[in-house]
C-alpha cells in the first residue's frame, strides 16, 4: 500500500455511518477506521458490519460510533509480513490496522496487497436453465438468460460483473435452449472466464443442479441467471468464511403497505388502532455462498430448491447466516421487470 494511503479511511467517532459505508465502497482498501482526536484506535467498521447492523436493526442515520467494532485484531510496528500473512488466515481477515504501543493507528495492512493476487479461487455457479414463463413471449424463442438488457444479454452481464470482481471459474446450469447458451459462452476464454456446464436432463430446481457439480474444496457462489446486481462478491465470501457458515442467504428488504386499519387486541380489549402500516421483511435475494459439505445435503437426480436446502440446514443445527443486500438489485422475472432494468442499466452498469 502506497505510503501514508491509509490516513484516507480515518473517521471520527461522530462521522455519519453512511459517509463511513460510501468511504468503504469507494476505496480499495475496503474499511473505515474510527479513531479520536489523538489518532487511537476506537473501531473499525467493514461491509459485514454495515450489514450486521441492517439485519439487527440498527440505523445508518446515526453515527459510526453505533455500527463500529470495537475490538479489532491489530498489529504492531514491528510485525514482519509472514507473521501478518499468518494472523490474518488465521482469523480470516481482509485487513489489519497497524497501532504502536499507545494504540495510535499508524499503518494499515490488507490481503490483497500482502499476496499480491487478484483472481479470486472461489469458483461461482450460475443457473441459467429456467423456461422464464413469466416472461411470455419473449422467452419463446430465446432462453431468458439471453434476453438482452441494453446491448448485452442478461448472463453475459452477470458474467462479465463477476470477472470484475476477479473470478474465473464458473460451472452454468443449462436446460431450456441449452444450446443456444453454450453458443453465446462457449469455454468463456472470450470473457476472461473458464465455463463448465451442468447439463439437466430435466429442471433439477434452483439446487438440484449443484449434484453435477465436481468435488469442491473451497467455499463457493451460487446466483439465480436472472438477477442484475451490483452487490460485492468478495464482501459476501469473506462474510460466508469468518463466520464459519455452511450456507449464507443473501437477502433483500421488501416493505409493504396493508391495506387496512390494523386493531391490535390484547384480552379481548381493543387497544390500538395502526392505519395502513407499512410492515418491512427480509425476503430470499437469489444469491448464495455453500460451503463444500453443504452439498452432501442435496439429495441426488431430483428437482431440488435452494430454501429447501436451508430449511434442511436449519434443521440440522448447522450454522445459516443471512447477508443483507444494500446494493443495486433487481429479479428479471416479469415483464416489468425486464421493462425496468432496461431503464436502470446505463445508470448501474454503462
Given amino acids: 500500500m502506497p505510503k501514508d494511503k491509509w490516513k484516507q479511511v480515518l473517521v471520527a467517532p461522530e462521522t455519519p455511518a453512511m459517509d463511513a459505508v460510501r468511504l468503504i465502497d469507494s476505496t480499495r482498501m475496503q474499511i473505515a477506521l474510527v479513531v479520536d482526536a489523538s489518532g487511537r484506535l476506537l473501531g473499525t467498521v467493514t461491509d459485514g458490519d454495515v450489514r450486521r447492523a441492517i439485519i439487527s436493526g440498527v440505523p445508518l442515520t446515526g ?31 481482509r485487513q489489519i490496522p497497524i497501532v504502536d504501543a499507545a494504540g495510535r493507528v499508524v499503518g494499515l495492512e490488507s490481503m490483497m496487497d500482502l499476496l499480491s ?42 458474467l462479465e460483473t463477476f470477472v470484475a470482481q ?32 451442468l447439463r439437466e436432463d430435466q429442471p433439477m430446481g434452483t439446487a438440484g443442479a449443484l449434484t453435477l457439480l465436481p468435488p469442491m474444496e473451497r467455499p463457493f457462489l451460487v446466483m439465480n441467471g436472472d438477477l442484475l446486481t451490483k452487490v460485492n462478491f468478495a464482501h459476501l ?59 452432501a445435503r442435496i439429495p441426488s437426480g431430483q428437482a431440488f430448491d435452494m430454501p429447501a436446502l436451508f430449511e434442511t440446514l436449519v434443521a440440522e443445527g448447522a450454522p445459516t ?30
Fill in 166 to 197: 476477479g473470478f474465473r471459474t464458473f460451472y452454468i446450469s443449462i436446460n431450456y435452449m441449452a444450446e443456444k447458451v453454450v453458443e453465446h459462452f462457449g469455454d468463456g476464454s472470450r470473457f476472461g472466464a473458464s465455463i463448465s456446464y
Fill in 237 to 295: 465470501l469473506d462474510f460466508h468464511e469468518s463466520q464459519g457458515a455452511a450456507a449464507t442467504m443473501c437477502v433483500r428488504p421488501y416493505t409493504t403497505q396493508i391495506p387496512y386499519g390494523v386493531v391490535h387486541v390484547e384480552d379481548h380489549k381493543l387497544v390500538r388502532i395502526e392505519e395502513k402500516p407499512t410492515q418491512t421483511v427480509f425476503v430470499n435475494a437469489g444469491i448464495y455462498a455453500l460451503s463444500p459439505d453443504a452439498l
Fill in 117 to 158: 493476487r487478484e483472481v479470486l479461487p472461489n469458483a461461482v455457479v450460475l443457473m441459467a436453465g429456467g423456461r422464464g414463463q413469466r416472461l411470455r413471449p419473449l422467452t419463446d424463442l430465446c432462453p431468458k438468460p439471453l434476453l438482452r438488457i441494453g446491448d448485452k444479454p442478461i448472463l453475459e452481464i452477470i
Fill in 321 to 350: 447466516l443471512a447477508f443483507p443486500v444494500r446494493e443495486y438489485w433487481i429479479d428479471i422475472g416479469r415483464v416489468g421487470d425486464y421493462e425496468q432494468a432496461q431503464t436502470d442499466y446505463s445508470r448501474h452498469f454503462g
Fill in 63 to 93: 453515527p459510526v460510533a453505533d455500527i463500529m467494532f470495537r475490538t479489532p485484531t491489530t498489529a504492531p510496528p514491528e510485525a514482519d509480513h509472514e507473521a501478518l500473512l499468518s494472523l490474518m488466515q488465521t482469523k480470516v481477515l
